[in-house]
Nanobody, 117 residues
Framework: QVQLVESGGGLVQAGGSLRLSCAAS????????MGWYRQAPGKQRELVAS????????NYADSGKGRFTISRDNAKNTVYLQMNSLKPEDTAVYYC??????????WGQGTLVTVSS
């Protein structure tokens, strides 16, 4: 099982940038496709980006296309999410986990991103 610790969130003005990090432990990290998810207040958790185990293929939800970039460093067991041109609607708690359909039930604490207008 993968254990996950997210960091890098904060308060930023609209148009600003943040880089989220997810430190993972567990032997299956390097063979797992990983994803960044987010949950806004009153909404369901949604997948915003995913990356294959080797980092060769990435996918994005429409909400993040052209603004978000997911990457990973398998030597450091870390997944990143670079977020540019942030919008107030990006405000949410961001989580990382194994990409669907194999996401673990053991979610980390997440990292809060707040975008002010």
């Amino acid at each position: 099982q993968v254990q996950l610790v997210e960091s890098g969130g904060g308060l930023v003005q609209a148009g600003g940038s943040l880089r989220l990090s997810c430190a993972a432990s567990g032997s299956i990290f390097r063979i797992s496709a990983m994803g960044w998810y987010r949950q806004a207040p009153g909404k369901q958790r949604e997948l915003v980006a995913s990356i294959t185990s080797a980092g060769s293929i990435t996918n994005y939800a429409d909400s993040g296309k052209g603004r978000f970039t997911i990457s990973r460093d398998n030597a450091k067991n870390t997944v990143y999410l670079q977020m540019n041109s942030l919008k107030p609607e990006d405000t949410a708690v961001y989580y990382c986990n194994v990409a669907p359909p194999f996401a673990s039930d053991a979610w980390g604490q997440g990292t809060l991103v707040t975008v002010s207008s």
